[in-house]
């Protein structure tokens, strides 16, 4: 079996997870679900310290049959030679808001500011990030109750260089946690991801993830939702140095 069926096998394995939900008070609450995400982006690397990109990306829940949200992003990134990093982004996004008297697709725009740090050890590249990001509705007051949705995310990720091996695994832990005025704020998500990448050379970068997110103190205390997620990304590098 050679590696591209090997990978759709996982995707099929997967898959089979399917969606899970009950009912509570007349109110459907999924507790399981299937998510498929990908993404196409150009980065443009300046130097060896600026770099900027842009991205769109799609995303599908209910067992991967719905589009959950699909949004265009803009991010640029400064590294310095201590092995700090700064960077930012911007999102325009269409949230679909399959809930509720008002359905349809919402339009959304969310900023980030990063500030991380990265290092190695022999083989092992470690990185760490801490990021803020702050959400909103567009067209929506505060009148009508769209309050900033505010995270603080700190992240630990690590890369291990495996020698003749062009698949390197990569994996990350994430904490989100959720400020917004008027909502119960404190720790709501955790995301577990491992993946691998392949340089295409003057082709771009391929790459595959598999991750795990568990919503943390939610309003169903016994059910906390948990969605598989397999994502997949194309990003092709123009470096003008």
């Keep these: 079996m050679n590696k591209i069926n090997k990978i759709a096998l996982i995707v099929i394995t997967l898959s089979f997870i399917g969606l899970k939900s009950f009912s509570q008070d007349g109110e459907t609450i999924v507790v399981n679900d299937f998510e498929t995400w990908t993404k196409a982006g150009l980065k443009l690397k300046l130097d060896k310290k600026w770099s900027f990109g842009l991205e769109q990306q ?3 829940d209910s067992n991967s049959t719905e589009v959950e949200a699909y949004f265009t992003e803009f991010n640029a990134q400064y590294k310095t030679e201590m ?6 982004g911007f999102r325009f996004i269409r949230e679909n808001d399959n809930e509720g008297k008002r359905q349809g697709y919402e339009n959304h725009i969310r900023f980030n500011f990063d500030l991380g740090y990265k290092h190695s050890i022999k083989r092992l590249k470690l990185r760490y990030r801490v990021r803020f990001q702050t959400k909103n509705e567009l067209g929506k007051s505060k009148d009508e109750g769209d309050y900033a949705n505010n995270h603080l995310r700190l992240k630990l990720g690590g890369e291990y260089n495996i020698k003749k091996w062009k698949f390197d695994p990569k994996i990350s832990v994430e904490l989100f946690h959720h400020m917004e005025e008027g909502e119960e704020n404190g720790l709501d ?8 990448s392949y340089d295409l050379k003057k ?7 598999y991750r795990l997110e568990r919503e943390l103190n939610p309003t169903y205390i016994d059910y906390p939702k948990i ?4 994502g997949l990304s194309y990003i092709y590098t123009i470096k003008l140095n």
């Design 58 to 60: 799609l995303r599908l």
């Design 189 to 196: 998500k955790f995301r577990a991801t491992i993946g691998t």
């Design 203 to 209: 082709y771009g970068d391929l790459g595959l993830f």
């Design 83 to 88: 092995g700090l990093v700064f960077g930012g």
């Design 227 to 230: 969605s598989y997620i397999v």
